[in-house]
């Protein structure tokens, strides 16, 4: 029997992205010891932390933690200018996080080329790229010509922390304490199992490639944390489709009675591009990922009247019913409902108290489908 107090717990998107995995990091993240990163600079993940907004490309999240180490991975990418940027966002408002970040000397470092090749190769035009270099980066890795520069290469590095080996450093921080993996983008967005390539990203980001990437054990994993948000995005651009019918921005915000409904992307700034919820993506996401824990976020698209509620009994009959539907079709629980960007809007059924058990509350609905 897994001890539920050590090992690792995998954060994963179950669509295309954006679903709000940084939200969810950041409600979690007092429950950590450590925290991993892989991916590369183009994924970027939003917190709220004491009201105000935090867009977080490089570091994890849960540096709202004091006490909670910030590790970027062996697989991870990174841009020197977007770190020294988001470090140095964080000391502006008190909080330092050099003697607590560590960074493996196989991690690779991004130039300017990368993206001006892409933009060259008008990559935003044929798959709808941010055409952030992550790509053409990642080429040069696998080509081993030793053109893509390491970490351990990057003296600069050690201006804003340490370089370790960090396969070492995770796996002997799972044996006495809990480690949180924050995953990147996306299930459907995967090179690996997406049905839409080529309109997919460069890498595998399901809880499989997650962990290679960090060089973890399936066997030290407890937790496999699904994030899914209640209408699926897509980036701007020629991005692919997904298994739900595309809407208006327009159409959303009717539906939501949320006025001038719109999202851009936090890295790229482009507008978002925004579908019906699909069963059959999220099915085969729970297939390729089977999480243990499922998150549903953007709830109040579900009618602005669900803004910020932190309580199930709360919630509006239509929200409930939504929700209702989306587990009896798809056969699953949502343990923990986002009702907003801040992290007290959120409801976590695992700790249920009076009017916040989720089973009991929807369990009259359920059983009119």
């Known amino acids: 029997m897994r001890n539920n107090e050590t090992g690792v717990d995998v954060l994963v998107g179950m669509q295309y992205g954006s679903e709000g995995k940084g939200k969810i990091s950041s409600v979690l993240a007092d429950q950590y010891d450590a925290s991993v990163r892989v991916g590369a600079w183009q994924a970027g993940h939003t917190l709220v932390y004491k009201g105000n907004d935090y867009k977080m490309r490089t570091i994890p999240c849960q540096w709202t933690n004091p006490c909670c180490d910030l590790i970027i991975g062996a697989g991870g990418m990174i841009r020197l200018d977007v770190l020294k940027h988001e470090i140095e966002m964080l000391e502006s408002i008190g909080i330092d996080i ?3 970040l560590y960074i493996d000397p196989r991690t690779v470092i991004g130039l300017p ?3 001006e090749q892409e933009a060259s190769e008008s990559m935003f035009k044929k798959i709808g790229s941010t055409q952030e270099g992550i790509g053409a980066c990642r080429v040069e890795k696998i080509k081993r010509k030793g053109e893509a520069i ?3 290469n990057c003296p600069k590095l050690e201006n804003y922390a340490t370089v370790t080996d960090t396969i070492d450093l ?11 993996v924050e995953g990147t983008q996306g299930c459907h967005l995967s090179i690996t199992t997406s049905h839409l ?3 997919c990203t460069s890498c595998d980001p399901n809880v499989s490639g997650i962990l290679s990437e960090c060089g973890i054990s399936p066997r030290l994993v407890n937790d496999i944390i699904g994030v ?7 980036v701007a651009g020629n991005s692919g489709n997904t298994g739900g019918k595309e809407l208006s921005w327009d159409e959303v915000s009717k539906r939501s009675g949320i006025k001038g409904l719109s999202e851009q992307t936090t890295v790229t700034k482009r507008t978002r591009r925004v579908f019906e919820w699909s069963d059959r993506d999220f099915q085969q996401a ?12 953007f709830v109040d698209y579900f009618g602005v009247e669900n803004a910020g509620v932190e309580n199930l009994s709360e919630l509006s009959d239509r929200a409930l019913i939504s929700i209702a539907e989306l587990e009896v079709r798809n056969n699953c629980h949502f343990d923990i409902l986002s009702t ?24 009259e609905v359920a059983a009119d489908f």
Do not use: C, W
Request: overall charge positive; glycine content about 4%; proline content about 5%.
């Open 228 to 234: 899914a948000r209640t209408y699926p995005i897509r």
């Open 197 to 199: 390539y080529p309109m």
């Open 98 to 100: 050099r003697n607590r």
């Open 113 to 115: 080329r990368h993206a």
């Open 170 to 180: 995770i796996n002997l921080k799972a044996q006495s304490g809990k480690i949180f």
């Open 286 to 297: 729970l297939l390729i990922n089977q999480p243990t824990i499922l998150a549903l976020t």
């Open 340 to 363: 907003g960007k801040a992290v007290q809007e959120t409801i976590d059924t695992r700790f249920a108290t009076k009017g916040n058990n989720i089973r009991d509350a929807l369990s």
């Open 150 to 152: 390491q970490a351990k």
